[in-house]
């Protein structure tokens, strides 16, 4: 299940998805991954560019990559309320960001 939303803040626009996991050794799981606006990466739907700045196991909800800050409100509480996370998470803050 292929699963995308978008954040825009004052700084910059976000992009988090939910698809198969690049990595070999996850075969047939899959990832969900946290996209920065950037001047480099991955062209997104937008036409706009976006760098992977975290990456987690859907399954689990376990950090597979972090590379970079994120924002504080996307935590995986808010990933698992907003359907990306497939486990029980009842730790962490409880976001104010809205899926529409």
Avoid at 17 to 30: D, H, L
Avoid at 45 to 69: H, I, M, N, Q
Wanted: glycine share 6%; proline share 4%.
């Amino acid at each position: 299940m292929e699963l995308n939303i978008e954040i825009e803040t004052e700084k910059t626009k976000w992009w988090i998805n939910r698809a198969p996991s690049i990595f070999v050794s996850r075969t047939g799981k899959e990832d969900v991954c946290v996209y920065k606006r950037s001047a480099w990466g991955r062209r997104q739907p937008d036409g706009k560019l976006y760098r992977c700045v975290k990456r987690f196991a859907a399954e689990s909800g376990e950090t597979l990559r972090d590379y970079e800050a994120a924002l504080p409100q996307i935590t995986n509480n808010w990933l698992k309320q907003v359907g990306f996370l497939d486990v029980k998470i009842t730790t962490g803050p409880v976001s104010h960001l809205v899926h529409n």
